[in-house]
Each structure stands twice: as structure tokens, then as C-alpha cells.
């Protein structure tokens, strides 16, 4: 934190909060440096604290919610107290894929940057699904996260990533069906072969294979009804993301995207 002269001084409440007091208490806080700061020269002061909460859980689907809350006071500035709350920082505590408990920023949303230089045609084609379709799946400008979907033991449905998959991308799919012009890259891999590349990934809520009733966003019945493209290799360092013409063209209401390109 930094503090602007003016101010004086600023003085800060720190509340750790259980939300389901019927369940969880809090213990007492400590820091390690005084929660007041002054202004002069540093201008920068750091503290670190920590709380101890007690958690009864009846079961393992039961959730605990923490809430983060900070009011600042200032001698010089008026209202005489000023409140930050974030929902980012808000913290969720479960112990459903494992009997040891677990916690997570739950309403925080990472940012994960696609690697373009390394794999051009799989960051196409997620690009695209991202920015035309009206799903966004892991679109940050359209405030469209992806919702991880973990391994079959460790989701409260017991569905495996590899069942949305099968829906979207079966089993030899890219080689009896994939389009013949998409690009193998065999300088890198003398075995490389086309693959079926699917977004939003299997591994989410967002795939069109994963069941509605299984909270799935975006269920299709096959990925016939994904958009369907292919990638092809213009020269070296040069791709290009096609329409695979031999399908209806694309209505732009699909719900996902399944291309032909290089694995």
C-alpha cells in the first residue's frame, strides 16, 4: 500500500469473516506490523497478518465461504471511514475431491495467455470460438471464464473429461473425417498426424460434450454440431484457419468449434 501525504495517516480494520457462523468461528488475528500508516518517508508499509478459523463440516459437500473486508480511517478525510470489499477476495474451502480440506479464491478468475508462437493454429482456432461465437467460452472481453472440469474421481459428477471428448472428437475422428488439406508437421515429428482439436476443451463445463444436468453450458448432441474448421500451413511459419467447406457453412450460433490440424 502506498498512502498519499495528505491523508496524515491511515489507520485499517481488517475483518476475516466466517459466513456461515453456525458452522465456523474465528480465531484471534495477528501481524506483523502496525495496520496504521503514516505517510512520511517510506512511503510504503507492508503488513502481514494471519486468522485461524475453525471449520465443523457435517460432510464433504459442505462448503465454507470467507469474506475479506478492510475500512480505512483517516484523522483529515471525510466520511471518517471508507469500506473496500472484493469478492475476488473471498475464499471457499471444500473437501469433495479429496478427505483433506481445501481452499480457493472461488470468485477470482486467472488469466491463462495461449502460447501462439508455439502452437498458431490450436490459438486460432480458440480465438475464434472465443470472439465470434455467441458462447465466448474463456473470453475475458466478454467476461466468459471457462469452468474447470477435474479428473472423474474428483467431480461431483463423476463424469470424465474424456466422455466430452469422445462427443466432440471420437476415436480416429481426424483420420477418417478431418479435412485431407489440413497440414501434418512432420519435420518435428516423422509420426505426426492430423488431430481433432475441440474448444472449448473437454476439460471444462463449457464443452459442448458435457450433459446439461451435469451443469454443462454448452451441450450438443454431436460435434457435427460444433463449427468445423481445419488448419492449413501456407509456407513456413505462415497458417491459415480454414471453413471446411465440405459442411454447411458456419451460422455463428454454434455452440462450439472442432478443427482438423497438425497434433
Known sequence: MELDEKFGSVTLDVRFDCMMPDKCSNGPQSWDGALT?????????????????????ANSAELLDLSTKISAYSPVANPAATRWESEGAEIRCDKISSNTPGCTFHKYIPTWVMNFDKTPPAVAHAWLIQSKLPTHPGS??????????PAKEK???????DDNRKVICPDSWAATYGNPDATKVTEISSTDKVSCDEFAYASSYNSGGMPTG???????????DCMQTYATR???????????????APTWREKCGRSAMSG
Open 37 to 57: 500508516w503514516t505517510g512520511l518517508d517510506p512511503f510504503s508499509h507492508t503488513a502481514i497478518g494471519k486468522i485461524d478459523h475453525t471449520w465443523n463440516a
Open 140 to 149: 475475458k472481453a466478454a467476461n466468459k471464464p471457462l469452468f474447470y472440469l
Open 155 to 161: 467431480n461431483q459428477h463423476n463424469r470424465d473429461p
Open 214 to 224: 451435469m451443469g454443462g453450458m454448452n451441450e450438443v448432441d454431436t460435434g457435427n
Open 234 to 248: 501456407v509456407k513456413q511459419g505462415e497458417w491459415h484457419l480454414y471453413d471446411d467447406v465440405r459442411t454447411a
